[in-house]
């Protein structure tokens, strides 16, 4: 979580594997989940930082990935991963939803 101002403006979750959404996993990847930035907080560069830590933290565990999934039809979302190097890495559906999913190259394959 992200304290500022004395209040939780942010959280991410990092998980080391996502099957649901990607399949089996072979330990070369690290999974974002809830990426939240309070509304009041929005337009700071929070959002930014949270994925440069993520980032940091996929490069320690040396896994050679990052990933993430999104609504689909969500085009200012997924333009905000893209413009943070995220590549799309295609799209799943799952009881109605669809996820798109998106993957940065961090570590050495």
Same mark, same amino acid.
Not at 8 to 35: N, R
Not at 44 to 59: C, D, K, P, S, Y
Not at 73 to 102: C, D, M, Q, T, V
């Given at each position: 979580m992200v304290y500022l101002e004395g209040r939780i403006v942010a959280t991410i979750t990092l998980q080391t594997h996502d099957q649901v959404i990607w399949?089996?996993?072979f330990g070369d990847a690290l999974y974002i989940? &809830?990426?939240v930035v309070h509304r009041d907080f929005r337009g700071r560069g929070i959002g930014r930082l949270l994925l440069q830590w993520a980032t940091e933290?996929?490069?320690e565990m040396k896994r050679r990935f990052?990933? &993430?999934d999104c609504w689909a039809e969500n085009a200012a979302l997924r333009s905000y991963y893209e413009k943070a190097g995220f590549s799309p890495h295609g799209e799943i559906?799952?009881?109605g939803w669809r996820s798109a999913r998106y993957e940065k190259v961090v570590g050495e394959g």
């Amino acid at each position: 979580m992200v304290y500022l101002e004395g209040r939780i403006v942010a959280t991410i979750t990092l998980q080391t594997h996502d099957q649901v959404i990607w399949g089996e996993d072979f330990g070369d990847a690290l999974y974002i989940h &809830l990426l939240v930035v309070h509304r009041d907080f929005r337009g700071r560069g929070i959002g930014r930082l949270l994925l440069q830590w993520a980032t940091e933290r996929a490069v320690e565990m040396k896994r050679r990935f990052l990933r &993430l999934d999104c609504w689909a039809e969500n085009a200012a979302l997924r333009s905000y991963y893209e413009k943070a190097g995220f590549s799309p890495h295609g799209e799943i559906e799952l009881n109605g939803w669809r996820s798109a999913r998106y993957e940065k190259v961090v570590g050495e394959g």
